[in-house]
């Protein structure tokens, strides 16, 4: 009788058809993550609806990054405790439920309630498709998968405020949610009827503690960030100084628990890994410079330069396509080249971006500023997804649901920091500057005073991304330990 013939990834089997798998994710995770952003535009409007306050609707973006803080870490548990359809689906099924209450909300609480549903959703699907495609795909295919990945995740944020405009001045916020909804559905029967389970079932011990201190560490990380990030108040109010104590404190804990445990919900064992570690440094550095740009660059632009939101929206608009086009172009030019000859020279244009973003002034040219943005997608593009596809590559395969838990979990939690950080730098410049200024309320002198937060802002982004390149040197093509071997001796066989 002929043995059956087994394989390593499922990729490589030819029974298995991958593309339905792959479709299934990319349509869920596009539309999820294009809730990210589709909602921004339409906060003004939800105030105007529900007569809120502006520190009141920002809890739909707080709130929203607050779940994904709390839930990603968890995800690695899940990982093991279901298999890839149950987590899928439930998670889109919860996605769906949460779209379909903020469309029909009839308050407040109601839509902010069906929002955080949303974000217990996305929180919880980005980590499947990562760890999905790495256990489908052999390392030496992951750049160009990845790619395709990267293409959705910048792609759909990037269309998001643009598509928001449209949708809100033609047919009213509700159509946000309401034209999600057949996408959702339609995700949710294509993956019922083609999704496979992949990966082992090892169903982990829960420990309710390490759930706890996670909660209370990555929670309290973000939410005393995004209250500092508002601008309102400082580090040292209550509302931002306490949580964030809570959280260093708790992420500590929980850190020397998971070292401690035989079974650890996320295993920071990861770490030692370095490429996993240089890709992590690498990946915290690229949300900073991201963030210092979608933030700053449109307040510098609509106040300075004096350009309405439309126009500076259209400014950022090509850069950030192109980011998304191009990234499985730069995950094609990964499997063949490998990371170095991608990350390194994009990581030294990065840092000549933000040199050049520091020198910014109330007369800087458009055409300057739209070239200079579009040098610094395709910079992220070349460094985001090669840096975090060499990083997952380098850890055996018992590790890939903790280093995408990682991975993901850094997202929201750099970029609330970036926000907060990158806000305060500009804002107690631009306070120093009228303060000695002689005549603080004269329009001009406002203007500069803005400049000068801007270029101090892009003055530290700079020295991020200088650090960026220096750790970008030590970086090499990552192969797990695991797979090395049978390489080696594959080549000798060969």
Not at 89 to 103: E, K
Not at 368 to 373: A, E, K
Not at 398 to 407: D, F, Q
Request: charged letters at 10%; one cysteine or more; proline letters at 6%.
């Amino acid at each position: 009788m002929e043995e059956k013939e087994t394989y390593e990834f499922l990729a490589d089997d030819p029974n298995f058809n991958v593309k339905p798998v792959m479709i299934s994710l990319i349509i869920g995770a596009f539309f999820a993550i294009l809730n990210e952003t589709l909602l921004n535009i339409a906060l003004t409007t939800l105030m105007e609806k529900f007569s809120v306050t502006p520190a009141t609707v920002q809890w739909m973006a707080t709130g929203f990054l607050l779940v994904m803080g709390i839930l990603t870490p968890v995800s690695a548990l899940l990982l093991q405790s279901y298999t890839t359809r149950q987590m899928f689906l439930g998670t889109m099924t919860i996605f769906t439920i949460g779209t379909v209450i903020c469309a029909i909300a009839p308050t407040f609480a109601i839509l902010l309630t069906g929002r955080l549903l949303q974000a217990v959703g996305t929180g919880l699907l980005i980590p499947i498709i990562f760890n999905t495609f790495l256990l489908i795909f052999p390392p030496e295919r992951r750049g160009s998968v990845m790619g395709t990945i990267g293409l959705v995740i910048m792609f759909a944020p990037a269309i998001g405020p643009t598509l928001s405009g449209v949708i809100v001045d033609n047919l009213g916020w509700r159509y946000l949610f309401i034209t999600v909804i057949p996408f959702a559905l339609f995700s949710i029967g294509f993956g019922y009827k083609f999704l496979r389970n992949v990966g082992e079932v090892t169903k982990p011990k829960v420990d309710i503690l390490s759930i706890l201190f996670s909660t209370l560490g990555f929670g309290g990380v973000v939410l005393g960030f995004s209250f500092a990030g508002e601008g309102e108040v400082g580090y040292l109010a209550p509302q931002v100084f306490l949580p964030l104590v809570i959280g260093v404190v708790s992420l500590i804990i929980f850190v020397l628990r998971q070292l401690k445990l035989k079974e650890p919900m996320l295993d920071v064992r990861v770490f030692k890994y370095p490429m996993f570690t240089v890709a992590v440094l690498l990946f915290i550095i690229i949300i900073m410079a991201m963030f210092s740009s979608e933030i700053i660059l449109p307040m510098y632009m609509q106040g300075p330069l004096g350009l309405s939101p439309q126009t500076a929206g259209l400014i950022l608009l090509p850069g950030a396509l192109l980011n998304g086009l191009m990234s499985p172009v730069m995950g094609k030019l990964f499997d063949k080249f490998g990371p170095r000859k991608l990350i390194i020279p994009a990581a030294l244009v990065l840092t000549g971006v933000m040199f050049v973003f520091s020198t910014v002034k109330v007369d800087t040219s458009i055409v300057l500023i739209v070239s200079t943005y579009i040098l610094l997608m395709l910079s992220i593009s070349a460094i985001m997804m090669p840096a975090q596809t060499n990083g997952l590559n380098g850890l055996p395969k018992n590790l890939y649901p903790h280093g995408t838990a990682i991975m993901n979990t850094l997202q929201p939690v750099s970029g609330a920091i970036g926000v907060s950080v990158f806000i305060s730098i500009m804002t107690t410049r631009q306070q120093t500057y009228l303060d000695n200024a002689a005549n603080p309320a004269d329009p001009s002198t406002i203007s500069q005073s803005l400049v000068s937060g801007v270029e101090l802002v892009y003055l530290v982004a700079f020295g991020f991304a200088a650090a960026g390149f220096l750790i970008s040197l030590f970086i090499r093509k990552a192969m797990p330990e695991d797979r090395a071997g049978q390489t080696e001796s594959k080549a000798v066989n060969d």
